[in-house]
Nanobody, 126 residues
Framework: QVQLVESGGGLVQAGDSLRLSCAVS????????MGWFRQAPGKEREIVAA????????FYADSVKGRFTISRDNAKNTVYLQMNSLKPEDTAVYYC???????????????????WGQGTQVTVSS
């Protein structure tokens, strides 16, 4: 059984940084595309960042481009989201997702992903 467990969320002030981690068990993360999504109260879940299984391509939502960085450590079976210069509008529950066995493309939709974590809360105060 595949499990994704996010950690690293918390309450920070605007301008601070956080690093989210997504530890994967039950399957090697190295063969899967991975993504980070977020969902704010009353809003739909949206893509934040994504990375191909080979790590040769990444995607960032316009709202986080230049501030967030997605990376993966296949040896540790873990995916990260480094978040710098946080803003109050970044406040949301952040979810890690995996899918697309060796898919050669970036996966952007929630329906593209087969595995999801339980989410971690990020709250940015002004």
């Amino acid at each position: 059984q595949v499990q994704l467990v996010e950690s690293g969320g918390g309450l920070v002030q605007a301008g601070d940084s956080l690093r989210l981690s997504c530890a994967v068990s039950g399957r090697s993360v190295s063969n899967y595309a991975m993504g980070w999504f977020r969902q704010a109260p009353g809003k739909e879940r949206e893509i934040v960042a994504a990375i191909t299984w080979s790590a040769d391509r990444t995607f960032y939502a316009d709202s986080v481009k230049g501030r967030f960085t997605i990376s993966r450590d296949n040896a540790k079976n873990t995916v990260y989201l480094q978040m710098n210069s946080l803003k109050p509008e970044d406040t949301a529950v952040y979810y890690c997702a995996g899918g697309g066995f060796r898919a050669p493309i970036i996966l952007l939709r929630t329906s593209n992903y087969d595995y999801w974590g339980q989410g971690t809360q990020v709250t940015v105060s002004s």
